[in-house]
């Protein structure tokens, strides 16, 4: 966990006040919506097609049970019951209302989450590995490198006026969780031949209407000269930086139009003729920070204890363990991934009861602690393994233990049409229909791991590019038509899908999808091969003409 | 969101209304033939002509504080004067998500 220092409290809490202020001026008509806009968008209120939706930052994806319980009192109180997890680490309510919105911002500010950086042309909240601290092998926690660009980020006013809003990601794993190569900065924190350790910097990431995987500019920058090296990117962009057309102001076309060789060049130069701009972090700025993120007494525990064994004869739990349950880096505990993908439901959204109640678990089975991941789950990060199989049952009876995490069903989606005022397709109901499809978890399983991401328009908030299966809402004629991709992915080898055909009615999506995961299940060469290395082996065609061929 | 600026232009082919937000809460609103809003389509002034639209429109955005990003948006009579959202994201402002809203537990 970490815990915020008081300038932090402050600054939260004079958000709140400054908020309640204005929202109080615009009821009265004092403030126009259009003077009021760029304040709601500042703490994370947009207007959606029913309602404001308010965007609440959960940093790095760290949330504590008391923070969860929090939530889920603002979901029951000013909002519907539930929520919505997005791939960036944040939740988002639905159906607020704007005379209440500074009640529900102050009752988060007392257990320290607030919605800065959920919105506008700014550094947006710096996302990272949900299994940050846990996992085996990792370099180190990089969420005290987060915290680190977080706290020199913040409210800095250069920082908060860019062309564009600016996402940056840090992952310091092998398997990348965080999908970097997606960011206008990625980060990979790894050590070089002398064992120090510093980031390899990716720029120029990004999805939307453009969409390209993020380039290395530099293998190594050491740890403590990344704040000036991200500085000297951001002077580059900034003197770049095309404010003049919407489409075209993200890093991505910048670095794109200049080629990676130039951009690299361009960042090179601008940092060695910064100097030393007092950006260097010393020894103790990051031990500060690290001694601000606390980690459990984890006991010294067997690596298969006896419940473990008992358990293995249950064959409901044990695939749920061999889908849910990872390995920790400390023996005889286990990461456990909440699938908040149930079948039929909407991906990623939780009810207050459910937040409730994990909360609770996570006081009983994970030292108080709860993650959330881009891919729209919750994970509990320290299970001792002994409690796995009462862990199973509770989140079973809650219908937080559905099977199928990275597989079929475990859709990421966004908002589409339901809510979403720029939307022009639906992808929740999509979402819905292909989970009831794929239903039969040993069908799933036989398929393997399979990522299906929705958007319901060219924004691509539901990262349909990077699907092994995108699908990508489109209007024609006032109806509903989904562009459908593959081969995609997120990961370390990320890639943009290929287009299969000519975009499908609303009616047919789920048809087709059928057909695409049947077409692979017929041409891969064996039973692990996954999805997108068949897609990868054999290219789109073969897997196009199946599908096609009878349309 | 199209903004009642770039509407200027748009000539209405069929019978419309002018919809927006209510500002305390955001709540789907239709403007009404006594210059106010209402959370029901079926109180709202309808107009034929793009005149009646644009004056409409021009009406309905002077009262920013009681509603934000109005516009002009289709809508179908029915046999009857029964009043129908004219496209699917009316219809889904009008009657909210098609989908099961709870999570089942
Ligand atoms: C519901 C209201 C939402 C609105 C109005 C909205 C709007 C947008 C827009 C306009 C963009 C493109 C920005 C650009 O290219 O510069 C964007 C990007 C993005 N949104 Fe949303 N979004 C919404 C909800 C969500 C949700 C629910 C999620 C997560 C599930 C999400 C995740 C993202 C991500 C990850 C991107 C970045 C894509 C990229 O790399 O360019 N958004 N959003
Ligand atoms: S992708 Fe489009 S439809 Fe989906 S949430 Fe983003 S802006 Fe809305």
Redesign the interface.
């Known amino acids: 966990m970490y815990a915020y220092d008081e300038l932090d409290r402050t600054l939260i809490n004079e958000r709140v006040s400054e908020f309640r202020d204005q929202v109080k001026r615009r009821l009265s008509g004092e403030l126009t919506e259009d003077e009021f806009k760029i304040l709601r968008l500042q703490n994370g209120v947009y207007l959606q097609l029913h309602a404001y939706m308010f965007r609440v930052a959960i940093p790095y994806g760290t949330l504590s049970s008391k923070q969860l319980r929090r939530l889920a009192h603002v979901a029951r109180r000013y909002d519907r019951g539930y929520g919505h997890f997005t791939t960036r680490q944040n939740i988002q309510f639905n159906w607020i209302k704007l005379a209440e919105l500074p009640d529900a911002l102050s009752d988060l500010a007392e257990v320290g989450i607030h919605a800065m950086q959920t919105s506008g042309n700014n550094m947006r909240n710096v996302t990272s590995d949900q299994w940050a601290g846990v996992a085996p092998g990792e370099i180190e926690d990089p969420r005290i490198w987060s915290e680190l660009i977080r706290q020199h980020t913040t409210l800095h006013p250069e920082f908060s006026f860019l062309p564009r809003k600016f996402k940056i990601a840090i992952t310091a794993a092998e398997h990348d969780r965080a999908a970097i190569k997606i960011h206008d900065i990625g980060l990979r924190l790894h050590k070089n031949a002398d064992g120090e350790t510093g980031f390899e910097v990716l720029v120029g990431g990004g999805l939307g209407r453009t969409p390209f995987i993020a380039k290395t500019i530099k293998p190594f920058v050491p740890g403590r000269d990344i704040l000036s090296y991200i500085e000297a990117i951001l002077r580059v962009y900034n003197q770049y930086g095309r404010r003049d057309n919407i489409y075209k102001a993200r890093i991505k076309i910048l670095v794109h139009e200049l080629g990676i060789e130039k951009f690299a060049k361009e960042v090179e130069e601008e940092w060695k003729a910064m100097g030393d701009v007092g950006l260097t972090l010393d020894h103790t700025a990051i031990e500060e920070v690290r001694s601000r993120f606390s980690y459990p007494a984890y006991e010294k525990l067997p690596h298969m204890p006896d419940e473990l064994k008992q358990a293995a004869h249950d064959k409901l739990f044990e695939r749920w363990r061999k889908n849910s349950v990872s390995a920790h880096k400390v023996q005889g505990y286990s990461i456990v991934t909440l699938s908040l993908k149930p079948v039929g439901g909407p991906p990623g959204d939780a009810t207050a009861e459910q937040m409730d109640a994990v909360a609770d678990l996570a006081d009983k089975y994970s030292f108080g602690e709860i993650r959330v991941g881009h891919e729209q789950n919750l994970a509990l990060p320290h299970v001792a393994k002994r409690d796995l199989p009462l862990l199973f049952k509770a989140l079973d009876r809650l219908g937080l233990a559905t099977p199928n995490v990275n597989l079929v069903t475990d859709i990421i989606a966004c908002p589409g049409l339901d809510y979403c005022s720029l939307a022009n397709a639906r992808s929740i109901p999509i979402a819905q229909e292909l989970t009831r499809r794929f239903a039969n978890h040993d069908t799933a399983d036989l398929i393997g791991r399979l990522h299906i991401n929705i958007s319901g328009c060219i924004n691509a908030c539901g990262h349909h590019h990077v699907g092994h299966i995108g699908i990508l809402g489109v209007e024609k004629n006032g109806e509903e038509f989904y562009q459908i991709t593959i081969g995609g992915r997120a990961d370390e080898n990320a890639q943009l899908g290929t287009l299969i055909g000519p975009a499908v009615p609303y009616a047919e999506v789920a048809d087709v999808i059928e057909d695409i995961v049947e077409a692979y299940l017929a041409l891969r060469d064996r039973p692990e091969e996954l999805f997108v290395d068949t897609v990868k082996r054999l290219g789109v065609e073969p897997i196009r003409e199946r599908v096609y061929a009878t349309r | 969101?199209t903004s009642p600026l770039e509407q200027k232009k748009i000539r209405i082919t069929g019978p419309s209304v002018v919809t927006a937000?209510r500002?305390?809460?955001?709540?789907?609103v239709y403007r009404t033939a006594k210059q106010g809003w209402s959370t029901e389509l079926a109180d709202s002034t309808i107009v034929t002509t793009s005149d009646e639209a644009r004056a409409l429109l021009a009406e309905a955005a002077a009262d920013?504080?009681g509603a934000?990003?109005p516009y002009i948006a289709p809508v179908e009579l029915k046999d009857g004067g029964k009043v129908k959202p004219g496209?699917?994201?009316e219809h889904?402002?009008a009657k909210?998500?098609?989908?099961?809203?709870?999570?089942?537990?």
Not at chain 2, 96 to 105: E, K, S, W
């Open positions: 969101m937000n500002t305390w809460d955001g709540a789907v920013d504080v934000v990003g496209n699917l994201r889904i402002r909210g998500v098609t989908i099961d809203l709870q999570v089942p537990a």
